[in-house]
């Protein structure tokens, strides 16, 4: 059998204030949005009682340039935003999850700070055509911008996870250039461990509502929105569309994960056929970017993929080929080793050494674990 991989998570949406105005995005505001710490810790509670390995940490781009939430910022101790995702990730790790940030184009230093709490960090590159009409007011949704912190991240040897938007405006072949941009990058450093390729889907506007509630609730009562109409900028995208996508990301990045969200169509199935490898980050409380649909059951997931021949299986937020030092900072691996020691490689698990025992120094050693004495 083919194994196919999920993860399972809990999303929290830090802050949805961002700089940005991309016309596709139901997600973001420009009012002042952010969770005060006691609300953090409420929610990680709820993350750890439900079971999630992965915290993905969703937030707008640079929500300190609104003056309010600069304000709370300095209220709660921190300088800047990034400052405290950091914070809310070392919540997380002291429950026993590990972080996934997805907070936006971010300067070196930034993305470093955030590797010290994090096991992985993410970004999507979206299009490689800078004059897209969705993306007007949103300078860092330049490619050159995100293409430089998807390399920075590579520098700093980050595993990393990317992925294109599909349907807002591109052409067949600028989705092409962009997977090859993203190609070319991971041949430099190989931090890549997954590209999403994610169609575009349109949602109401949520003025006055909390996109988190609406994605729970759709999540816990596996309801689905009606479907809004497709705005006049992008295209509708078919099934074929998609395949060719997932065939050139396997040809282009043979060794890079290839995830398909089950929540935003019903081709994954065929996707997988095609040579899909991964289904995401299965949310428990639900898609907060997509909110009115909710993700497919494993249960139900592993249903229809085990007759055809394919595995659904777990993974952590990190990929197993990263799961060591030089990718990772000591703590968080220290975290993996202790709570998820079966998704490491055996070679890397901390569990096993390969290397013969000198026979002579055991009756010693044992002596003096007997007599209370430091080995």
């Known amino acids: 059998m083919r194994r196919v991989t999920f993860s399972r998570n809990f999303t929290l949406s830090l802050s949805r204030t961002c700089q940005c105005y991309c016309k596709y995005c139901a997600f973001a505001t420009h009012r002042a949005h952010l969770y005060s710490p006691p609300e953090v810790e409420r929610l990680l ?66 993305l470093a700070r955030l590797r010290q709490v994090t096991a992985s960090q993410g970004l999507m590159l979206e299009s490689t055509n800078p004059d897209l009409v969705v993306h007007q007011g949103s300078p ?49 450093h190989g931090h890549l461990q997954e590209v999403i390729l994610q169609n575009f889907v349109p949602h109401p506007r949520y003025y006055g509502a909390e996109p988190a509630q609406i994605a729970d609730e759709a999540q816990r009562e596996q309801t689905h929105g009606e ?100 990718w990772m900072e000591q703590g968080v691996l220290d975290l993996v080793k202790l709570k998820f020691w079966s998704f490491i490689p055996r070679r890397g698990s901390g569990r096993r050494e390969e290397r013969a025992i000198r026979g002579d120094l055991v009756p010693g050693a044992v002596a003096r674990a007997r007599d209370g004495v430091a080995l």
């Open 45 to 110: 509670d709820d993350a750890a009682r439900r079971g999630a390995k992965e915290l993905l940490v969703l937030t707008g781009e640079k929500p300190e340039v609104n003056a309010e939430v600069a304000a709370r910022l300095a209220s709660y101790g921190h300088d800047d935003f990034v400052s405290y995702v950091a914070w809310a990730c070392e919540r997380a790790l002291e429950r026993g999850m590990l972080p996934h940030t997805n907070v936006g184009v971010c300067t070196r230093d930034e």
């Open 227 to 326: 479907p809004a109409p497709l705005p006049a900028w992008s295209q509708p995208i078919s099934l074929d569309d998609m395949r060719l996508l997932v065939r050139e990301s396997r040809r282009l990045m043979p060794d890079v994960g290839v995830q398909i969200p089950p929540n935003l169509s019903d081709w994954w199935l065929p996707l997988v056929e095609e040579g899909a490898t991964d289904l995401g980050g299965l949310s428990a409380n639900g898609d907060h970017i997509s909110p009115e649909h909710p993700f497919p059951s494993v249960h139900r997931m592993r249903k229809q993929l085990q007759p055809r021949g394919y595995a659904l299986t777990e993974r952590l937020c990190v990929y197993p080929q990263y799961l060591e030092p030089s």
């Open 140 to 188: 860092t949704k330049h490619p050159a911008a995100r293409l430089e912190t998807i390399r920075m991240a590579g520098e700093l040897r980050i595993p990393f996870t990317s992925g294109i938007l599909v349907g807002i405006g591109e052409s067949p072949e600028e989705r092409i250039d962009a997977l090859r941009a993203l190609a070319d990058v991971h041949a430099d």
